[in-house]
């Protein structure tokens, strides 16, 4: 973990590569599972093996990359050594921080009150879940989940609960999120940041997380039903509530809230057999970028044989009693004949 990953590097590159040719087409649920796939190749590179991994067709490229990262970090200690020590401070109070941030969460999760009204009692009637989920309001800017084993919905304060239509878009979503532990993926995803702060790929992964998590749960949202007009009405409500209050945030996001409500609207369910082979072709995908190549070792020749130019010999045949010897003469060979 002190250097780059080469293997984590790439298979960044290739999921970038991947979705910019056929984000529309794949279920987006695949590209967070290649996400998290991709935090844990930079966080445990050349963990796992395989034969189909690129870099055993180039045995070089691992050698040259680990000297550039030796000949980088040697740079560094001739500045007194303060690298390992300036990265260990980092790590430490980033770990500090988000222990700090979750607590804070958790404790804004408790102090909110319970929403108890029909429409809410109705919605969580119709959407059993093992862990007790709660639906809550609090000072929020815009509706939130949280916890792990007690999980919560948080709305705003301020928002109305009498909307059956557009209450029911805002906690499906965050229901999908609650059944799919998103909160413990990001909070695991924040830490592997923590740990790697230094490495721009880590960066790249944990922001493509999050925004591939939004839009995996506009798909299962649309999936279960509810009609992509209504839902994006309900984005775009939300959005404007954001942007009032923080309109330099809004500025920045509205692209994206633009793409995000025109995948809304254009939405297709994806069929079986399309799910089959995007998760066939993500699989091929990190086996290939994510792995390290399999060593063969060759067999090491007997201690009892003897080897020329690397081969084992064979193994001395018993003589001909009747073979021609020179150290015996032809008259006696002669006598020996019957």
């Known amino acids: ?69 030796s000949a980088a970090s040697a740079a560094v200690p001739t500045a007194g050594k303060l690298w390992p020590v300036l990265r260990q401070a980092v790590t430490a109070a980033g770990l500090l921080g988000l222990g700090v ?25 119709a959407h059993p879940l093992l862990r007790p989920l709660q ?7 815009a509706p939130l989940c949280g916890g792990i084993l007690l999980p919560r919905i948080v709305l705003p304060e301020d928002m109305d609960l009498t909307d059956r239509a557009g209450l029911d878009c805002v906690l499906t979503h965050e229901y999908v999120h609650v059944c799919r532990f998103d909160p413990l993926l990001k909070l695991l995803s924040a830490a592997a940041l923590c740990l790697r702060w230094f490495d721009p790929f880590v960066w790249i992964a944990f922001l493509m997380l999050g925004r591939d998590t939004e839009y995996a749960c506009d798909e299962a949202v649309l999936d279960c039903g509810i009609p992509p007009k209504q839902y994006a009405a309900v984005l775009l409500r939300a959005a404007l509530r954001r942007a009032e209050l923080l309109p330099a945030a809004a500025r920045l996001n509205a692209g994206r809230i633009e793409r995000r409500v ?18 066939l072709v993500s699989l091929s995908l990190l086996l290939c970028f994510g792995t390290a190549p ?31 010897n020179p150290a015996f003469p032809a008259s006696d060979i002669a006598q020996r004949d019957p």
Do not use: N
């Not at 999760?109 to 969580?124: E, F, I, K, N």
């Open 262 to 279: 025109a995948r809304v609207t254009g939405h297709r369910p994806h069929s079986p057999f399309g799910w089959a082979c995007a998760l």
């Open 1 to 69: 973990m002190d250097g780059f990953s080469l293997t984590g590097a790439c298979t960044v590159l290739a999921i970038l590569l991947l979705r910019a040719l056929l984000f529309r087409r794949m279920p987006k649920r695949v590209f967070v599972l290649l996400w998290a796939g991709a935090l844990g190749i930079l966080l445990f590179p050349g963990l796992i093996s395989s034969p189909l991994s690129v870099y055993r067709l180039l045995p070089r490229m691992e050698a040259a990359a680990a000297a550039a990262g």
């Open 101 to 125: 941030f979750y607590l804070l969460g958790l404790l804004r999760l408790h102090q909110s009150s319970p929403a108890r009204t029909p429409a809410v009692s109705d919605w969580l009637a």
């Open 294 to 324: 399999e060593s063969v070792e060759k067999p090491a020749p007997d201690a009892g044989q003897s080897s020329f130019m690397g081969s084992p010999l064979r193994p001395a045949c018993k003589p001909d009693k009747w073979a021609w």
């Open 135 to 141: 639906v809550r309001t609090g000072p929020v800017a």
